[in-house]
Antibody, heavy 125, light 111 residues
Framework: EVQLVESGGGLVKPGGSLRLSCAAS????????MSWVRQIPGKGLEWVGH??????????QYATPVKGRFFISRDDSKNTLYLQMNNLKTEDTAVYYC????????????????WGQGTTVTVSS | DIVMTQSPLSLAVTPGEPASISCRSS??????????LDWYLQKPGQSPQLLIS???NRASGVPARFSGSGSGTDFTLKISKVEAEDVGVYYC?????????FGQGTKLEIK
């Protein structure tokens, strides 16, 4: 069974840092592009960023609100995706989901069919 | 960034009746012959789930009453006969370029 399990959420003060993890199983993790998506309370969904597979260079891309503060990385030996969040702001309060962006080459995109259960980040003094 | 605009933002439907949600993008979502437009449903208390990818591809396990259509900048999600289990918030999302962006969401309720 394909599964994604996020962890690492919690309460943090403005300006603080937090690292989220996403444990993957049931698929070839090192062949997947992975995304983070967040849901701000009472609002909609927002794509945070993604990381491509190492075969394609392992590059990362981010949404404008988090660029320069959030960093996505992966450890293929542990089948784990990470989201390092620095200089957190109150507006970063959200449920954070990891998803499989695509598997294989870039044109293999077919929607984000697998999502984790989410982990909650609260930024408050 | 591409702006995604959904309408309506809410709708109430009688079970058995059809429903339709529109999604308009500020730029064409056509890339290498495919439209990079997805539809997701977030049921209350759950993670989002993929309904339709690339404009019209129904995801695995999604009932046939859901269909997607459209091209360029205008897309539509249709539910042929709404069921009680279809309640939730529907989002369109593009993956045509970075950053991906979502529509505001359309809340579907049952009358």
């Amino acid at each position: 069974e394909v599964q994604l399990v996020e962890s690492g959420g919690g309460l943090v003060k403005p300006g603080g840092s937090l690292r989220l993890s996403c444990a993957a199983s049931g698929f070839t993790f090192d062949n997947a592009w992975m995304s983070w998506v967040r849901q701000i309370p009472g609002k909609g969904l927002e794509w945070v960023g993604h990381i491509v597979r190492k075969t394609d260079g392992g590059s990362t891309q981010y949404a404008t609100p988090v660029k320069g503060r959030f960093f996505i990385s992966r450890d293929d030996s542990k089948n784990t995706l990470y989201l390092q969040m620095n200089n957190l702001k109150t507006e970063d309060t959200a449920v954070y989901y990891c998803t499989i962006d695509r598997q294989g080459v870039w044109y293999n995109y077919n929607g984000m069919a697998v999502w984790g259960q989410g982990t909650t980040v609260t930024v408050s003094s | 960034d591409i702006v995604m605009t959904q309408s309506p933002l809410s709708l109430a439907v009688t079970p058995g009746e059809p429903a339709s949600i529109s999604c308009r993008s500020s730029q064409s979502l056509l890339l290498s012959g495919r439209h990079y437009l997805d539809w997701y449903l977030q049921k209350p208390g759950q993670s989002p789930q993929l309904l339709i990818s690339l404009g019209s591809n129904r995801a695995s396990g999604v009932p046939a009453r859901f269909s997607g259509s459209g091209s360029g900048t205008d897309f539509t999600l249709k539910i042929s006969k709404v069921e009680a289990e279809d309640v939730g918030v529907y989002y369109c999302m593009h993956a045509q370029q970075i950053p991906y962006t979502f529509g505001q969401g359309t809340k579907l309720e049952i009358k």
